[in-house]
């Protein structure tokens, strides 16, 4: 009798509920996310809701400007040029026009130092302060539209009570259905890829191992992808990276794997880690050769250089995927690229990314954020947007040292991708400068003088 007293149809009616909507909440992910990743097609979902987003922030962002008007408030607009207008002159040729406005006297005869000249490295330090170039692509970029994300507007606040109530509406549905939906989808991603490649680590070396391989990889990557409601542009795949090559990438974010890979296969270099990353790293070695290095090989050169080597020499491997410039930018610009995956010789194929961050900003910055509080922003945010260009394939020219090839397939991949050439290392993300940096304005400051002073000795 105790048992009938104590059951409670409520509970059992919760109970049912629950079940129903766990179940319609896995088929839905099934059916519409996981199969479809699986056989690499789409149902055209997530174009529409990237075409509803902006007219959603175009809505959002006149109604700000107009609120500030009716209100004179001032807009902040971020600037998208350097703050100083510079002139693309020489050394010489500033340090010439300094000594005219200085004196008369013949400047073609002036051999000796001249107190003025260095007013010409002052105004470069101090411009350098005003309109620092390399640390402000270590922040993220500023949107002169707002995307109904706190962190993305300076101009974010109250101007009206629909347009606060949107922002809310975002919130609770970015927090309590996207969210979960993206972490749920991670996991399974995730979780695939460790069971599958473990799997097929038991398989013989092979054609079927070697395809088994790559479609699971593919399938687990796309399934990831969405995952970030990432969608993707990819233009001229003809010119996809192929066996015995090297894949070069300009590189905003963790992500920019994830979002390669979803296309084609790669064979990944980088350092051995623990944790979850280690089980992953482990169960991908088994089933494709990617290249891990322990901690105290990553600073051996010639190891390195000679595991790539061997590598890209055998081809029936995967073409290798790298990001010389071996830090996160911000998506601006593209910083120097190191010259290590060019002094191998192989057939080098440059890639473009792109994002864009009306949708929400990808750029890691790993200085101010933790992987798992990047990846939850990046789950958040309403979807990552991006074009992917594949440059036709670049090799060694004759003559050409192994810097001049890497600034090539650079200047490449910067033109394409509409994003700014800087020649400075994005290792002054955490560094200092190097001397090699202050040595090289020495030298071009005495190569203007020495002539001059050879001819008077």
Same mark, same amino acid.
Request: proline share 4%; aromatic share 10%; hydrophobic share 45%.
């Given at each position: ?18 079940? $129903?909507?766990?179940? #319609? ?9 996981? #199969?479809?990743?699986?056989? +690499? ?69 002036? @051999? ?14 101090? !411009? ?13 970029? !500023? ?19 629909? =347009? ?6 975002? &919130? ?10 993206? &972490? ?5 991603? #995730? ?28 399938? *687990?990557?796309?399934? *990831? ?27 905003? @974010?963790?992500?920019?794997?994830? $979002? ?13 880690? +623990?944790?979850?990353?280690? &089980? ?7 089933? *494709? ?28 491997? =995967? ?6 410039? +071996? ?13 290590? @995956? ?8 440059? #890639? ?5 961050? %009306? ?15 990047? =990846? ?10 991006? @074009? ?19 600034? %090539? ?49």
């Amino acid at each position: 009798m105790g048992l009938f007293l104590d059951f409670n149809p409520f509970d059992n009616l919760l109970c049912i509920l629950l079940g $129903i909507s766990f179940t #319609v909440w896995f088929t839905l992910l099934l059916v519409f996310i996981i #199969v479809p990743a699986i056989f +690499g097609v789409s149902f055209g979902i997530r174009q529409l809701y990237m075409k509803t987003l902006l007219k959603i922030f175009e809505w959002a962002t006149h109604r700000i400007e107009r609120g500030a008007k009716d209100n004179n408030h001032l807009l902040y607009k971020p600037y998208s040029n350097a703050i100083i207008a510079k002139e693309p002159t020489s050394l010489e040729e500033e340090i010439k026009e300094i000594r005219r406005s200085g004196s008369n006297r013949d400047l073609d005869h002036a @051999s000796e130092f001249e107190m003025s000249d260095i007013f010409y490295f002052c105004r470069q330090g101090v !411009e350098s302060i005003m309109d620092d170039e390399v640390t402000k692509r270590f922040s993220a970029e !500023e949107l002169e539209s707002w995307n109904l994300l706190t962190r993305s507007n300076y101009n974010f606040q109250h101007i009206s009570l629909r =347009l606060t109530v949107l922002w809310g509406l975002g &919130v609770v549905i970015r927090y309590g259905f996207l969210l979960p939906l993206r &972490v749920t989808l991670a996991f399974t991603g #995730v979780g695939l890829l460790v069971v599958l490649t473990s799997i097929i680590g038991f398989l013989p070396n092979g054609r079927m191992k070697n395809f088994l391989s790559e479609q699971v990889h593919l399938m *687990c990557y796309r399934i *990831c992808v969405r995952a970030l409601t990432a969608i993707i542009t990819y233009h001229d795949s003809e010119n996809k990276p192929k066996n015995g090559g090297i894949c070069v990438a300009n590189h905003t @974010s963790p992500i920019d794997v994830i $979002i390669l890979a979803s296309d084609g296969c790669y064979a990944m270099v980088g350092q051995i880690h +623990g944790g979850l990353m280690g &089980v992953i790293q482990k169960s991908m070695v088994k089933a *494709c050769p990617h290249i891990w290095f322990e901690r105290s090989e990553v600073k051996d050169r010639h190891l390195v250089a000679k595991r790539l080597s061997d590598h890209v020499e055998d081809k029936t491997k =995967l073409p290798i995927l790298i990001f010389p410039e +071996g830090t996160c930018i911000n998506n601006t610009s593209v910083m120097m690229f190191k010259k290590g @995956s060019f002094e191998i010789g192989s057939t080098v194929y440059p #890639v473009a990314i792109k994002y864009d961050p %009306r949708f929400g900003d990808a750029f890691w910055n790993s200085s101010q954020f933790g992987m798992v509080n990047y =990846l939850l922003r990046m789950m958040s945010s309403w979807a990552i947007v991006c @074009s992917v260009w594949y440059l036709p394939p670049m090799t060694r020219e004759e003559g050409e040292d192994a810097v001049q090839f890497a600034n %090539r397939v650079k200047a490449a991949i910067a033109r394409q991708g509409g994003l700014v050439d800087l020649l400075w290392d994005g290792g002054l993300k955490r560094g200092k400068v190097k001397d090699t940096f202050k040595e090289e304005q020495q030298k071009l400051y005495s190569k203007i003088k020495l002539p001059v002073i050879g001819r008077e000795v």
